[in-house]
């Protein structure tokens, strides 16, 4: 039997609960101090003089009867200065430009004076401005700017901004219209279903989403005998509805058979992941005993308008922001349409997971840096988990499966101007329900098992929402319609 990806617990998350940070928190991911890392070899640069002087090479003749090789090996005291082969002007040192800096002191050398995220951010306001060639300049300067691998949060999170955009002044047709999960062959899922493990057990945040929304679903479905069915626009690799459909199973009582489940994915369009998923799920929940039936639409109009809802089944939609960037990219009114369709479905409860680097509201370049940090923020907490005993390869995983992915969404939604989803929401005149006592202890629980500290759950606006250190990284909110 196939075994999906579930949100099972790893060994790493739970053996180290009680590892404890630094006692220093920067109240920015770009704070100096958490920043300053050494990050190569510097380059010494020598200005001119401020009284226009240049320094002088003077060599000094050392006597006809000097050997190099007898004056090393001879006491210091029987030097004589016979080494110095070159001395300076006194008056040379009246300026501080005089002193050559040590080029194997990191701390010798004068920081550039552009921070990554300065040329990151003006490369942004070019992009924004239309204008091209600055922005494919400011990139260029920004990546050698950069270290190479970058090896603070704030540098790989500028990383692989930079890429995103560099790749949306490429073709920003081609980038905008591409799914966020391409095409991929079975290596790459091999290494995406790699990378999502590696989360999970260095992060809360995937095991926070999928707990919270399971238990919302439960309850709306429960005391319901009718067959459950779950619109979902956002499938991925199935783990979440593996941990559902167990549930389901641990419910039901020994004299009657589980309800039948049923699961419409909504994707972008069908790759060797999703076929994978579909495939693990239906095998999974037959070994459970569960009747369970999975059907993969595409996300077009037709396909949106086609999704069946049988009169005799419990109706609950899952929704994440990735749905409302795929259709601000198509046409306005796309993300009102959808909205319409799921009020006329009549579902008893449409859960939405939020888990991705937010925009939030604002014009210009500033939503797209808030991005950049909030990526790096993610960068860090996964780094700090990783420190505490996960395998060396866990970070890089994470790092090119998980970050980079979402930061090619930041700027897909920034580009494409694609409004926050709980404008859309409020718009459509939906009401937020407030989620249960037993879904905040469920995520108050995955917290306490996290495999570092400075994590926590906050109820906002009837939304459970996951912090690190006060940053949001996940959030789960339920709406009637």
């Known amino acids: 039997m196939k075994q999906p990806l579930s949100d099972s617990s790893c060994p790493a998350t739970a053996s180290h609960g009680n590892h404890r940070l630094g006692s220093y928190e920067p109240t920015s991911v770009f704070d100096p101090i958490a920043t300053s890392t050494s990050t190569g070899s510097p380059t010494t640069t020598v200005a001119a003089p401020a009284h226009g ?24 005291d029987q030097k004589d200065g016979a080494g110095e082969l070159f001395s300076l002007n006194a008056h040379q040192h009246s300026s501080p430009f005089d002193v050559l800096a040590d080029p194997f002191d990191p701390y010798s050398c004068s920081p550039p004076a552009e921070s990554h995220e300065q040329h990151l951010q003006a490369a942004a306001e070019a992009v924004w401005a239309g204008d091209s060639v600055a922005a494919s300049g400011m990139l260029a300067r920004l990546t050698q700017a950069l270290p190479h691998p970058p090896r603070t949060p704030p540098q790989r999170a500028a990383s692989h901004f930079a890429e995103a955009l560099q790749s949306l002044l490429a073709a920003p047709d081609q980038f905008l219209a591409q799914p966020e999960r391409p095409a991929a062959s079975a290596a790459d899922v091999i290494r995406r279903i790699g990378a999502q493990r590696a989360f999970a057990c260095l992060s809360p945040v995937p095991q926070f989403a999928s707990f919270t929304a399971n238990q919302t679903l439960l309850e709306a479905f429960e005391a319901f005998e009718a067959p459950f069915h779950i619109v979902d626009f956002d499938l991925g690799l199935g783990g979440q509805w593996s941990s559902f459909v167990e549930e389901v199973a641990a419910r039901r009582l020994p004299s009657t058979a589980a ?24 095998d999974f929940a037959c070994g459970l005993g569960v009747r369970f039936a999975i059907d993969v639409v595409r996300l077009d109009a037709l396909a949106v308008g086609s ?60 939503p797209l840096m808030r991005s950049v940090e909030s990526c790096a923020v993610l960068t860090e907490s996964v780094e700090a988990a990783a420190a505490v005993g996960a395998a060396e390869d866990a970070m890089l995983r994470v790092d090119r499966g998980v970050v980079r992915e979402r930061a090619y969404a930041a700027v897909r939604s920034w580009w494409s101007r694609c409004e926050p989803w709980k404008e859309t929401v409020v718009r459509a005149r939906w009401a937020p329900a407030a989620l249960s006592d037993l879904a905040t202890a469920q995520a108050e629980w995955i917290v306490r098992r996290a495999p570092v500290e400075g994590y926590r759950v906050v109820r906002r606006d009837g939304a459970l929402v996951l912090c690190w250190h006060g940053y949001d990284m996940a959030a789960t909110s339920a709406w009637r319609c």
Do not use: C, K, Y
């Open 53 to 76: 002087g240049t320094l002088q090479a003077t060599p000094h003749h050392p006597p006809d009867d000097w050997d190099a090789l007898s004056w090393l090996l001879s006491p210091d």
């Open 259 to 282: 309800p039948a489940v049923r699961v419409t994915a909504v994707v972008h369009e069908e790759t060797a992941e999703t076929l994978l998923a579909a495939d693990n799920l239906r």
């Open 307 to 366: 999704i069946r809802a049988s009169g005799d089944e419990a109706v609950a939609v899952v929704l994440s922001p990735a749905i409302f960037r795929h259709l601000a990219a198509t046409r306005p009114d796309a993300s009102d349409a959808l909205l319409e369709f799921i009020r006329r479905a009549d579902p008893r409860v449409v859960v939405l997971v939020d888990a991705e680097v937010s925009l939030g509201a604002g014009e210009g370049v500033a």
